[in-house]
């Protein structure tokens, strides 16, 4: 099943439900479009200043964000000597992403939320919101696909969530596209 996207003003709330430290794993997956895998086997070394770099596990891909801040000085606060998402039992290992799944899943619970909501969904919000910054080519440069319609699935879930929902016809969907795409390329533009 695939997973919901969410509106960006609804993670506050998650984040309340949540451990802490499951809360900020979501944040930076939020914030820099990483997989939930990838933010929890991120270790202390790989951050230097406000830079996160490291390998994406499902793609074998070289990957770097910068940080706001805020989130830079919560993951310094956090974790042990090697990981910021240590593993509750094995001190040798990172967090699961099942463990941060499942304290998801029962906020999603609790604040009755409908849909598949889960870690990716933050990915597909990121997403949606770089796509309304800076267009497609960023998004899909961000999420490291390789295929644009990979990307396009992502930076238009909202749109094909709600399209979903009401199950209209393709040429529905894409002029609910098309009137996005233009929107913004006027808004850039000034006009």
């Known amino acids: 099943m695939k997973t919901t996207y969410l509106d960006p003003n609804l993670y506050n709330k998650i984040y309340s439900i949540l451990q802490y430290s499951n809360a900020l794993a979501l944040r930076v997956s939020l914030e820099t479009g990483l997989r939930i895998d990838d933010v929890l086997k991120l270790k202390k070394s790989d951050l ?92 899909q440069k961000e999420l490291q696909h390789d295929n644009t319609s990979t990307t396009m699935l992502y930076a238009f879930a909202d749109i094909l969530q709600g399209s979903a929902r009401n199950t209209p016809d393709i040429d529905s969907i894409c002029e609910k596209i098309a009137e996005k795409t233009a929107a913004l390329l006027e808004k850039r533009l000034n006009l």
């Open 48 to 139: 230097k200043g406000r830079t996160i770099t490291g390998v994406a596990e499902k793609t074998g891909k070289k990957f770097k964000k910068v940080l706001s801040a805020d989130l830079t000085r919560r993951l310094k606060e956090v974790g042990d000597s090697v990981w910021f998402f240590p593993h509750r039992f094995k001190t040798d290992d990172h967090r699961t992403r099942q463990t941060v799944w499942k304290d998801v899943k029962k906020a999603v619970k609790i604040l009755k939320l409908g849909g598949n909501v889960a870690p990716h969904s933050a990915r597909k919000t990121y997403a949606v919101e770089l796509f309304k910054d800076s267009g497609i080519d960023k998004v």
